[in-house]
């Protein structure tokens, strides 16, 4: 009994202080799960928003737990942002993107580009040039192809760093996306300072389009001041015609979301890349 009382204690205690209870277990599996291969990479469409064409991929990644089921990147990725898992996933899904993108291109006969979302912690990792440097060589893949999803958070904890990061991966030719454009704390500033080339506005912007007035307004000034910067606009969650129309008729190029492709396992992508080729 009191060794029971102890261990109550010891979970009592990390739940007050960090993840909830549920997740100390989920943690512990993490580490069986990387072992034991149950990590594996969704791709959802990013489409031309008039031509609803392929045009690149974003990589999801996913757990699939022999009992939990599938377990959501909500739930398992700021576990491994903290106990530093991130940077062993994430340099895994970065190289397994750049590989499967090859594969995707070979089926679709055309180019297309594959876009990998970069944690906090990894993107302030010591070792992630290396990592970006590993993952194209491996894959032959052109820096071109490559674009790689960071938030405003993640610029802001220490811009001067960022700003070297970022004009290395410049150099290499991969492109930034402003992942969740709008919804972080950060100034305008930055995009002037770094080399951006895309921002993705977040799907609480789009979520109650076309009714919303204020949504409206924010999806048309960040519209204005990408085309005034020179930057491309994907537009996320998008998941009704309705909105697809308000976003296109308003100068949006790329569309993410349901209405146009969930996301899907490799072979299911590459299903879709090939019906529209031979269609
Ligand atoms: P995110 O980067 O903003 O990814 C977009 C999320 O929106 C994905 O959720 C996607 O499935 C979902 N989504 C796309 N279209 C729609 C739509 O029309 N309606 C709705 N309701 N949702 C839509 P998912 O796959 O659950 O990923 C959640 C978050 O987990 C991602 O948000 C990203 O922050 C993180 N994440 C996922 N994979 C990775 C990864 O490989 N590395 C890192 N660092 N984070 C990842
Ligand atoms: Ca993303
Ligand atoms: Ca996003
Ligand atoms: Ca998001």
Redesign the pocket.
Request: a negative charge.
């Given at each position: 009994a009191k060794e029971t009382g102890k261990a109550r204690c010891v979970v009592y205690s990390a739940r007050h202080s960090g993840p909830p209870e549920h997740d100390i277990s989920l943690e512990a599996a993490m580490f069986q799960a990387v072992r034991e291969g149950e990590f594996l990479?969704?791709y959802?469409p990013i489409v031309d928003a008039r031509t609803r064409e392929i045009e690149g991929f974003?990589?999801?990644?996913r757990w699939r737990h022999p009992t939990l089921g599938m377990v959501?990147?909500?739930r398992f990725?700021p576990i491994a942002e903290t106990n530093g898992l991130?940077n062993l996933?994430?340099a895994w899904?970065l190289k397994a993107a750049c590989v499967q993108l090859k594969q995707f291109e070979e089926v679709a006969k055309r180019s297309l580009y594959i876009s990998?979302?970069?944690?906090p912690r990894?993107f302030r990792n010591d070792k992630f040039l290396d990592v970006l440097d590993d993952a194209m060589a491996f894959s032959g893949l052109p820096g071109e192809k490559l674009v790689l999803?960071i938030t405003e958070g993640t610029l802001m904890i220490d811009p001067a760093h960022a700003e070297t990061i970022l004009t290395k991966m410049a150099d290499r030719k991969a492109r930034i996306a402003i992942?969740?454009f709008g919804t972080g704390y950060s100034s305008l500033a930055y995009l002037k300072r770094f080399p951006i080339s895309v921002l993705?506005i977040?799907?609480a912007f789009i979520r109650d389009l076309p009714g919303s007035q204020k949504d409206g307004a924010i999806c048309n000034a960040v519209l204005d001041l990408a085309k005034h910067l020179g930057l491309n606009v994907v537009a996320?969650?998008?998941?009704t015609e309705d909105q697809l129309a308000y976003m296109q008729d308003r100068g949006c190029q790329y569309i993410?979301?349901?209405?146009t492709g969930?996301?899907m396992a490799a072979h299911v992508a590459m299903a879709a890349l090939r019906e529209r080729t031979y269609a």
């Open positions: 990479l969704y959802q974003e990589t999801l990644m959501p990147p909500v990725i991130i996933l994430g899904a990998v979302n970069i944690s990894q999803e992942d969740d993705k977040d799907r996320e969650g998008v998941e993410q979301g349901y209405l969930k996301p």
